[in-house]
């Protein structure tokens, strides 16, 4: 077992954050008897680190029936047992809960130790000669790991190949769902094929079933149904940090996605997203507006949060200037600024599939928004600066996603 000495009350907080950042969503964890007044307190800390609006003293078993974002609008909602043996384990149905990908929290003993799933995470507080008490658990260390939703670039400069490479430059550890295969190069779109839901739908269970996601990244989804798969999804398995590009045109003007695709963005995954980072071409759809000028980005972006979008950033590297500036709208905030310099290349190929990865990327890292945009936008623009003379193609080339790779370090 791993362990981590607990001084004091900011100590078991540095626990419960570590906790919550290895937790998917049916997460038990089991205490020992002896944890004492620690369990309570390190409960609470948990439940502070969710964003559990309203706690509630627990005897002995507290079961979270919402494991749902807080930023949804949603409270979370425990039920609490004392259980005294198996039989009382069984009666009410506790197997249940934990099929069900509930949260709980329970009091571990050998008599309800066989209802306990496998991914429960075993809990116990010891007293040290020296009066300290050390907080002992059976997590492992993991990578920090991001999930992009997105087609598939066969030239390799954008969608799926430039997530992947964003996230593993960052230090992330990438996985993927292929939402449909483009035949494309540094020049044009030949092709398009949609993959099924079905096969999205599998490829997201197989891989949230085993794997936990620090954040998720979507870039092309092709149709309204690939959106209402992926909402659902993100539904069922809580998902925390979602990053929505909503990818529509080709670099080179192809049309990669149905005209209806903008109302399923606005339904099913505005109020989903963690942040959306549409670029002037992609806002214009989504808004009805003309961009001409950062004040329009404004009028564009109050459209979009009064649709339902929790945070916009408005990506302004199609605007004529000498510097490519990002802004960042959220209800009730000042705007946020993000300038880079512009720079002379045809190598811009995947540009933005690149930048909302980072910042995905950045988040998984656990940044916050603010930090991880601009993290990424400086990510973005040395990325572009060092892949600005190298030829690849006949076309629009890639970044230099690699001029300073990050190393890949397991956490607890």
Same mark, same amino acid.
Not at 95 to 105: A, I, K, R, T
């Given at each position: ?229 992926? *909402? ?128 995905? *990327? ?51």
């Amino acid at each position: 077992m791993s362990s981590i000495l607990i001084k004091n009350l900011e100590t078991i907080r540095e626990a419960a954050n570590l906790f919550v950042r290895q937790m998917n969503n049916n997460t038990v964890f089991a205490f020992n008897g002896e944890m004492g007044a620690g369990k309570t307190t390190f409960i609470r800390a948990v439940c502070e680190e969710l964003g559990v609006e309203e706690i509630i003293n627990s005897p002995t078993f507290a079961i979270v029936n919402e494991y749902t974002s807080k930023s949804a609008g949603l409270i979370y909602h425990f039920d609490f047992y004392r259980i005294k043996n198996i039989q009382e384990a069984v009666q009410i149905g506790v197997e249940d809960y934990f099929e069900s990908g509930s949260l709980c929290f329970i009091e571990w003993s050998e008599k309800i130790e066989e209802l306990l799933p496998e991914n429960t995470v075993f809990i116990k507080i010891e007293e040290q000669k020296n009066g300290e008490r050390l907080l002992k658990f059976n997590m492992s260390k993991r990578y920090p790991t991001a999930l992009t939703i997105a087609g598939s670039d066969s030239g390799g400069c954008a969608g799926i190949q430039a997530d992947i490479k964003t996230f593993s430059a960052s230090g992330v550890f990438a996985t993927s769902v292929i939402t449909s295969v483009t035949a494309q190069n540094t020049l044009e779109v030949r092709a398009v094929e949609i993959l099924s839901t079905e096969i999205i739908r599998q490829q997201l269970e197989t891989v949230l079933d085993d794997i936990v996601i620090d954040a998720v990244k979507t870039g092309l989804l092709p149709s309204p149904e690939v959106v209402e798969t992926v *909402a659902a999804t993100i539904d069922s398995y809580q998902l925390k940090t979602v990053i929505v590009d909503p990818v529509m045109i080709a670099t080179s003007g192809a049309r990669l996605a149905s005209d209806a695709i903008a109302h399923s963005f606005r339904q099913e995954l505005y109020k989903r997203a963690t942040l959306i980072t549409p670029n002037i071409p992609e806002a214009e759809t989504l808004s009805g507006i003309k961009i001409l000028s950062e004040k329009d980005f404004r009028n564009a972006a109050e459209i979009l949060l009064k649709q339902g979008c929790q945070a916009v950033l408005i990506k302004g590297g199609h605007l004529l200037s000498d510097s490519s500036t990002d802004i960042l709208f959220q209800p009730n905030k000042e705007p946020v600024s993000f300038h880079s310099p512009r720079c002379q290349t045809n190598n811009l190929h995947g540009t933005g599939c690149s930048f909302s990865s980072a910042i995905a *990327a950045n988040m998984a890292l656990g940044q916050d928004l603010e930090t991880a945009i601009s993290s990424a936008k400086k990510y973005i623009a040395s990325a572009i600066q060092h892949g600005k003379d190298v030829t690849t193609g006949k076309g629009y080339g890639p970044l230099n996603h690699f001029y300073n790779p990050q190393v890949l370090i397991a956490k607890y």
